[in-house]
């Protein structure tokens, strides 16, 4: 299962663009790169997946390097109600039965200041 | 179309007491899961089911804890004789997909407070 490596914590400005990037150097080929976004008191909401390239969404796009040991997720023109946890995760598809796992970890505390 | 849903949304038991959580996935998601996540942490995956049948429990502790989905009717997480130690939120989602999918929706949780 690869691991990830994301910023504990950023902070940002409204109406500025922020770029989360998470680090997954030993991504494997048939591994997905998901993002969810996560405010207090709330689940986690499914915000972008991609393999390679570039996605982009109504809510964010999503920067994937040929290589694909990171990936940055772009957040356009943040408002106040952008500030949230911000997860990485790296998997796909698996077949039952592995011994695969779903991890979240610490994710990225995004603050945005007025 | 409803998301998924949980509840109770909070739910206080005294220590050695039972809780039960309930999750209804999305509408025609059969595969669910349950996280367990403790103030200022990430989610922990506890267990992945799909309709009466438990596909990877790993993340669950031995005792106490054992997790259902039936045919009919929502999946239940069931916690015999808490301790302090399971408080905590308890996040239900659901996917569509046929195999362990990264691509998963959250219900708003049950807040789990044992005194």
């Known amino acids: 299962l690869a691991k990830t490596t994301q910023p504990i914590s950023m902070d940002s400005y409204e109406g500025q663009e922020v770029n989360i990037t998470c680090s997954h150097n030993n991504i494997a080929t048939n591994d997905y790169i998901t993002w969810y976004q996560q405010f207090p008191s709330q689940g986690p909401r499914f915000i972008i997946q991609g393999y390679k390239t570039k996605v982009t969404n109504e809510v964010a796009s999503l920067f994937i390097p040929a290589d694909r040991k990171s990936s940055t997720l772009s957040l356009p023109r943040v408002s106040l109600s952008d500030t949230a946890v911000y997860y990485c995760?790296?998997?796909?598809?698996?077949?039952?039965?592995?011994?695969?796992?779903?991890?979240f970890g610490k994710g990225t505390r995004l603050h945005i200041l007025p | 179309n409803a998301g998924v849903m949980q509840n109770p949304r909070h739910l206080v038991r005294r220590r050695g007491q039972e809780a039960r959580l309930r999750c209804s996935p999305m509408?025609?998601?059969?595969?669910v899961y349950w996280y367990r996540q403790l103030p200022e942490e990430g989610l922990k995956f506890m267990v992945y089911l799909q309709k009466e049948n438990i596909i990877d429990e790993s993340g669950m502790p031995k005792e106490r804890f054992s997790a259902e989905f039936p045919k009919e009717g929502p999946s239940i997480l069931r916690i015999q004789q808490v301790v302090r130690g399971d408080s905590a939120a308890y996040f239900c989602?659901?996917?569509?997909?046929?195999?362990?999918?990264?691509?998963?929706?959250f219900g708003p949780g049950t807040r789990l407070t044992v005194t």
């Open positions: 509408k025609g998601h059969s595969h």
């Open positions: 995760l790296v998997g796909g598809p698996r077949l039952m039965n592995r011994d695969d796992k779903i991890i």
């Open positions: 989602a659901s996917s569509p997909k046929t195999a362990l999918s990264y691509e998963q929706y």
